[in-house]
């Protein structure tokens, strides 16, 4: 995990070629491209990049073998564009970091390609092609971007918090939540983002300070109407749904001995402790839920007399229990019974149902 503060002594922002496009006025400004630098080098040039560009955070790039990125900049007035494409990599902005360095911004960032996810305020969304997402510089966040994926590419709007014409008990709600890009005004807004990079080269500086205005006042309107949206919603219902799609994916990977919350968090790109808390929710704990929905289905094919020829192990191990020592420590805390003595006595009743 490589941290920096932009500009400073200790993580120097490494020299690459220019790569800016000049036509009249206005610049797109290549201000990282790995490609230009030994492979060593890459991860801390990245963090240095971004910390100098856009905020500080904690980054670790997921495959040290494979570290690409390259982000490109352009000045709209106050505002700022950014296109950034890399591998796959994690980042957080800290409590200790804000303290260090916070300058009050949003960031709107839309995902082009790849899958990302952030969780920023409590509130986790997943993200793909299409999708925008508001965040809040002075707030923890927590991203990934394209796990055992190519990558993600992302443009990346950032203003000064103070020139959104929204109150911030407006906006502070939608921090963290997907924003629809494909329809209405989020696709308006998407319209307007990736058509100001293609045509950055026909504009000139005057042009491009109006239009950061009227990207402030369309990112405001998207906002504006998804509080209205979101105001008819009954709460929780997201983390309702992402509930239900976890408890699907570890009913299916079961006979995986290393289903465990990290790799179940991973799954779905999302931290362990956002995993933790979804499931305190609904009164149970991940570990918890795993364990009991593996011992229904070994205390189910113990007492089928169908596998009474079944050896235990081969049962265990089925469902996720490599060793039958661990195995039986665990069956006997639950039932008092050791898994021979569950099987001998299941028998004479038949397999009991699964829960539904």
């Not at 494979?66 to 700022?80: F, T």
């Not at 407006?170 to 696709?187: F, Y």
């Amino acid at each position: 995990m490589i941290t920096c503060h932009g500009g400073r002594t200790g993580c120097p922002l490494a020299s690459v070629p220019p790569g800016g496009i000049t036509r009249g006025d206005v610049i797109l400004t290549t201000m990282l491209d790995t490609a230009h630098l030994p492979a060593a080098d890459r991860a801390a040039a990245w963090v240095a990049a971004t910390g100098q560009a856009l905020i500080t955070t904690r980054t670790a790039f997921l495959e040290r073998d494979r570290v690409n990125a390259r982000i490109q900049a352009m000045a709209l007035g106050p505002v700022q564009l950014s296109v950034m494409s890399y591998t796959p990599l994690s980042s957080q902005r800290t409590p200790r970091l804000i303290r260090q360095s916070d300058p009050e911004m949003y960031q709107l960032a839309l995902t082009l390609e790849g899958q990302q996810s952030i969780e920023q305020a409590r509130t986790y969304s997943s993200l793909g092609p299409g999708d925008l997402l508001l965040y809040d510089s002075s707030r923890p966040f927590t991203a990934t971007a394209g796990p055992n994926l190519p990558g993600a590419r992302t443009m990346l709007l950032q203003f000064p918090r103070r020139l959104l014409p929204l109150p911030e008990k407006t906006a502070a709600p939608l921090c963290g939540a997907a924003l629809d890009g494909r329809t209405g005004v989020g696709l308006l807004l998407r319209q307007l983002l990736t058509g100001l990079a293609d045509t950055h080269a026909d504009l000139t500086s005057a042009d491009t300070a109006r239009l950061g205005t009227t990207v402030i006042d369309l990112t405001a309107t998207l906002l504006a109407h998804h509080a209205d949206q979101q105001s008819l919603l009954p709460t929780g219902p997201r983390q309702r749904a992402l509930f239900e799609q976890i408890s699907a994916y570890i009913t299916t990977h079961l006979h995986d001995p290393g289903l465990t919350p990290s790799t179940v968090a991973t799954a779905h790109f999302i931290s362990t402790r956002y995993l933790h808390r979804i499931f305190q929710q609904h009164g149970t704990t991940v570990g918890d839920t795993i364990r009991q929905q593996r011992l229904t289905r070994c205390r189910r094919d113990l007492a089928d007399p169908a596998q009474h020829t079944v050896p235990i192990a081969a049962i265990a191990m089925r469902w996720g229990y490599p060793r039958p020592s661990d195995f039986t420590r665990v069956f006997r805390t639950a039932t008092s019974m050791t898994p021979s003595e569950y099987r001998t006595a299941g028998t004479k009743d038949g397999p009991e149902p699964l829960p539904t």
